[in-house]
């Protein structure tokens, strides 16, 4: 990636977003700072490894992933180009990874070490406030990926899932954008699961769906369960 394409990912990230040119250069020449390319496929960082870096997507999807003992994929966060990572656990008593990060395509990450970061934090302002402000909405964001997986049925799941589409775009037809593997992955559950219970749903009268979208027919029977 070139230095334009690198300075591109850096202003899609709100972190520093107030940066000038020559700040924003700086961070990709400082002393343990460093740039890297992945394949798709690549493992990041392992969980239980040490987390000592703020991470900022240039470019590609980098996917944060648990594994558990049934050997199914959960998605606890898909990041794209100016996401950052790695900020909540930063300067924590126990900064070790609780899952894994992998990437999802070919991506280029900037790897920002910790007493780069402190050095900002004490010296410019917006990036300490917008630093917080991440940290504030990644917090309420697991707290409700929490609630998401605590739930008793998959239907349930699917049916939050949904109403958050809902929410988002106010419109009854649904555009996926992914495809069934990935979305069961989301979930947490195998993709045959996922597919039974849409089955079920569909036969119900909640909704009719194709390979790319979901039709909500009952939204009122969606939020019930949600």
């Not at 990230?13 to 496929?41: H, P, R």
């Not at 656990?89 to 910790?114: E, Q, W």
């Not at 939050?160 to 559950?189: P, R, T």
Request: net charge neutral; aromatic share 8%; proline share 1%.
């Amino acid at each position: 990636m070139n230095n334009s394409h690198s300075l591109e990912g850096i202003r899609m990230c709100k972190l520093f977003k107030s940066f000038s040119d020559d700040e924003a250069s700086e961070l990709f020449n400082a002393k343990n700072n460093s740039t890297k390319t992945y394949s798709a496929g690549d493992i990041l960082f392992m969980q239980d490894e040490s987390c000592d870096y703020l991470s900022v997507v240039l470019d590609g999807v980098i996917e944060i992933q648990k594994l558990d003992a049934d050997g199914n994929i959960l998605i606890v966060a898909s990041l794209e180009k100016g996401n950052v990572f790695g900020e909540n656990l930063l300067f924590g008593d126990r900064h070790f990874y609780p899952m894994s990060v992998i990437c999802k395509n070919s991506a280029t990450v900037l790897h920002i070490h910790k007493s780069y970061v402190e050095t900002l934090l004490q010296k410019n302002h917006d990036f300490l406030v917008i630093f917080l402000r991440i940290l504030s909405n990644k917090a309420m964001a697991l707290s409700s990926k929490l609630k998401q997986v605590s739930m008793k049925s998959l239907r349930q799941m699917i049916c939050n899932y949904i109403l958050s589409l809902y929410k988002k775009d106010k419109a009854l037809e649904i555009n996926l954008n992914m495809s069934k593997k990935d979305w069961a992955d989301k979930l947490g559950v195998q993709r045959p699961s996922l597919s039974r219970e849409l089955i079920n749903m569909k036969k119900d009268g909640l909704i009719d769906y194709d390979r790319s979208k979901i039709i909500i027919l009952d939204l009122e029977e969606i939020k019930d369960n949600a």
